[in-house]
């Protein structure tokens, strides 16, 4: 593992100007309280620099005691949050920010993300996006679950272009077209379930590959996406796990593995799936 290759100053630029880490935790069905603090304290031991969290994910108050505990300067870190559907609408999302930087312990965050494309609503929602991000309480400013689709109907009407799109985004779900999109819209894509969320890791191709780097499959996904250029949140509550996931900056696949890698593709969801989302 090379912790300075998960520091922000190692990181990708964003369109907002600031740096993200290329790889971080995420915290999804992590338990609130000591399992979350645990886990985030675990990672920040490991090097991690970003933490991926959500409001609906209801630990927030955990990853801010946890950062606050190791004492690492705050803009050392990462943190990203999100915006529950229930809470889209412009004064809704204003409060629902503060009620996250609240739980979390501080004055902003780095990355706001719009958790799903709520029909109707999303537009209002973005414009409130833009303010907070001009007034400083978050720094940069994106969205999760958006297709080609919906980030097009968006841009439309946007004074600042989302700086990250967050999509579940992995071999069996690699996403070309919407990564090609997202390139040539200086969005940096950021995938979720990067590790299958440990399904299909049996498939020859990912067996082989990891066989002949002495890896784990864990490992190969996780490099997979980062020859991609996509940022990463592997999530895991064991600490030699989260170490494990962090530990591939030190191997590289051959055009050829990627291209077997790529061509896993199957259109495959592990969570839901926003294609038809109105
Ligand atoms: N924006 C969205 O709508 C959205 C949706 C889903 C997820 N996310 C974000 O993306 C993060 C990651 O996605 P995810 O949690 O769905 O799935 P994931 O990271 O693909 O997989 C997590 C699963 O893999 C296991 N695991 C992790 N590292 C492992 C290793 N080295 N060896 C064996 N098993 C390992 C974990 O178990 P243990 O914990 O027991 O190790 C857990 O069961 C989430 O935590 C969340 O922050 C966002």
Request: glycine share 6%; charged share 25%; aromatic share 8%.
């Amino acid at each position: 593992m090379n912790p300075y290759k998960l520091s922000v100053a190692a990181g990708r630029p964003l369109a907002s100007g600031f740096k993200m880490p290329v790889l971080g935790l995420g915290v999804y069905l992590v338990p609130p309280g000591a399992p979350t603090r645990d886990a985030v304290s675990a990672a920040l031991q490991s090097g991690y620099r970003l933490i991926d969290t959500a409001k609906g994910y209801q630990n927030e108050a955990d990853v801010g005691q946890a950062i606050r505990d190791s004492g690492i300067p705050r803009d050392d870190l990462f943190i990203t949050t999100k915006l529950p559907n229930q809470d889209h609408g412009s004064e809704r999302a204003l409060r629902s920010l503060e009620s996250s930087r609240n739980a979390l312990g501080v004055s902003f965050v780095d990355l706001y993300l719009i958790h799903w494309p709520v029909p109707g609503v999303r537009r209002a929602t973005w414009k409130a996006l833009e303010r907070m991000n001009r007034d400083g309480s978050c720094r940069a400013i994106g969205v999760s679950n958006y297709t080609v689709r919906h980030l097009e109907e968006l841009i439309s009407n946007a004074d600042i272009v989302p700086a990250v799109n967050q999509v579940e985004l992995h071999p069996f779900l690699a996403q070309p077209e919407l990564r090609d999109f997202c390139r040539k819209h200086r969005i940096q894509v950021e995938a979720y379930s990067p590790l299958i969320r440990g399904d299909r890791w049996n498939h020859p191709t990912i067996r082989d590959i990891a066989v002949s780097h002495g890896r784990t499959p864990a490992q190969v996904l996780l490099r997979w996406g980062m020859q991609h250029d996509v940022v990463e949140i592997p999530k895991s509550v064991h600490p030699e796990r989260i170490a494990e996931n962090a530990a591939v900056f030190d191997f590289s696949l051959s055009s050829d593995e990627m291209a077997r890698l790529d061509s896993l593709d199957a259109r495959y969801h592990t969570c839901w799936d926003p294609t038809d989302e109105p």
